[in-house]
Each structure stands twice: as structure tokens, then as C-alpha cells.
């Protein structure tokens, strides 16, 4: 009874902590509770089942994020962290900058966030990204063509790749599914990679915004090294191991602020 009253415990701390963190690691799990990572694997396998939460390698998401990931479900998941994010982002662009701002809604809210009398040219594989500059009259948008993935709201394809090999960039904003220190920047799908990879090649630094839910937890594919990265972002709670060793790569680790109270 006391060893089924602790499991119960257990998983009831861990949805606490997805709630809070947006994410947790099995490793840092056993540790807390001082028991084996089987035990804590065993634990997120049933609570999986159980529809609580995703598992990733290393760890689990909430279940939130399986039931729909799409762009616009995402939207509405913790906003104001994404705008704390970006404002720490956008001091870093200067006045006659050329961006490259990659899909995804932490890179969206870095578009808005951009002032109005900053004087910048922006080239997008992103409609929602270009959409949010239509009426910036100090920005030239740039829109790269080809074929529209849906789910991550990007074009991708030969004809995005095309597009890009005519840019080089000032900073890349790269959007990232997943940034682990042995794996580098991650993407969920094969040609978003491959577009991402590309673009990074042809920008001269690249900047990568990262909530807490994608630290540490690395996705299929990769894009790049995270020491390819000239500048990352992190959360004003980031997980400080993560940022030790974010930090011991040589890189530009920028905090953001705290979020503002919704």
C-alpha cells in the first residue's frame, strides 16, 4: 500500500513539473526521488498511457503537446514566455540588418516584437511571420516560395531551397523542435532540417530563442552543432545544468526576463 501510495506521489510531483517546466528529464527524476531511471521510465511509460503525459528520449513532455501540435495550438501555449523571449531577441538586431526568421511561433512573437522604427530587411519561409510585417513600413519583407507544410507553417521543399541560396543573411533566427548539448539543433521532420541546415550555411550567425520544453530534448533530425549557433536564448528559469553546458560551448547564452503576469 505505502509503495503504491508513493508511486502515486511520484507522478503527481512529475505533472506538477511539466506544468511548471513545460518538460522533465528522467535522469534528474531519479535523482530527486533516489530511485533508478528504470523506475522513473517505468513511471512516465504508465503515465503515457494513461494520456498525462508524452515521452521523448530523456524524459516527457505534457500531453498537451501530442494531442495537437499544430501551428495554432501552439499559438496558445504559454505566450508570454515567447514574448519574453523575444525582446531579449530582438536587442540584438541593428538598423539596416538583413534577418532570416525561420517558422514557429517563438519566432513569430520575435517578428512582432520588433520595433516600428527599426529599419531592417526580413526574408521568411513563414506566412504568419510575413503576414505580422504587413503593415511595418521600415521593414522589407522578403517571402520565399514553394510548397506550405502545414503543420509547421513553413515552405520547405527545392523551390524554398532555391530561394534561399540567393540570401546571405546577417542572423539567421532559427526555429528549433529540440536543442540537447550531444545533438545539437533538432527538427521533427526530414525536409525541415534539410531547409533549416541550409539557411544557417548561408547566414553569417545564427540566433536560436528556446523555450524550456525544447532544452534538452532532442528531436529526429538534425540541423546543426549547437556550437554552430553564434547566439542562444534561453528562459529566465532555464534548467541551470542545460545552461552550464550551453554556456561551456563557447556561445552567446542570453536570459530573457521574466514573463509578465497574464
Known amino acids: 500500500m505505502s509503495t503504491e501510495l508513493l508511486l502515486h506521489e511520484r507522478q503527481s510531483i512529475i505533472r506538477k513539473r511539466l506544468a511548471d517546466k513545460g518538460r522533465v528529464i528522467a535522469t534528474d527524476l531519479a535523482r ?3 530511485i533508478s531511471e528504470d523506475t522513473i521510465r517505468r513511471d512516465l511509460r504508465e503515465m503515457a498511457a494513461a494520456g498525462l503525459c508524452k ?10 503537446l501530442e494531442e495537437d501540435n499544430s501551428l495554432l495550438n501552439r499559438l496558445s501555449i ?3 514566455r515567447k514574448d519574453a523571449l523575444a525582446k531579449a531577441a530582438v536587442a540584438g538586431f541593428r538598423p539596416g540588418m538583413t534577418l532570416f526568421i525561420d517558422a514557429g511561433t ?3 512573437a520575435i517578428a512582432q516584437a520588433i520595433p516600428d522604427e527599426l529599419a531592417l530587411t526580413v526574408i521568411t519561409n513563414a506566412p504568419v511571420v510575413a503576414a505580422a510585417l504587413l503593415d511595418r513600413r521600415n521593414i522589407n519583407v522578403i517571402m520565399i516560395g514553394g510548397q506550405l507544410e502545414r503543420k509547421s507553417g513553413a515552405v520547405l521543399g527545392s523551390r524554398a531551397m532555391q530561394d534561399a541560396a540567393n540570401f546571405h543573411p546577417d542572423i539567421c533566427v532559427l526555429g528549433s523542435c529540440g536543442i540537447d548539448i550531444d545533438s545539437g539543433v533538432t527538427a521533427s521532420f526530414y525536409e525541415e532540417a534539410e531547409f533549416k541546415r541550409f539557411i544557417s550555411t548561408q547566414s553569417r550567425k545564427v540566433m ?3 523555450t524550456n520544453d525544447k532544452l534538452g530534448v532532442p528531436t529526429p533530425f538534425a540541423v546543426i552543432p549547437l556550437g554552430g549557433c553564434s547566439t542562444v536564448i534561453i528562459e529566465h528559469d532555464a534548467d541551470p545544468a542545460m545552461v552550464k553546458a550551453i554556456a561551456g560551448q563557447g556561445i552567446a547564452l542570453v536570459r530573457a526576463g521574466a514573463p509578465r503576469k497574464a
Open 78 to 80: 504559454k505566450p508570454e
Open 55 to 64: 515521452r521523448v528520449y530523456g524524459g516527457a513532455l505534457p500531453a498537451t
Open 106 to 108: 517563438t519566432n513569430l
Open 208 to 210: 536560436a530563442a528556446v
Open 32 to 34: 530527486e526521488f533516489s
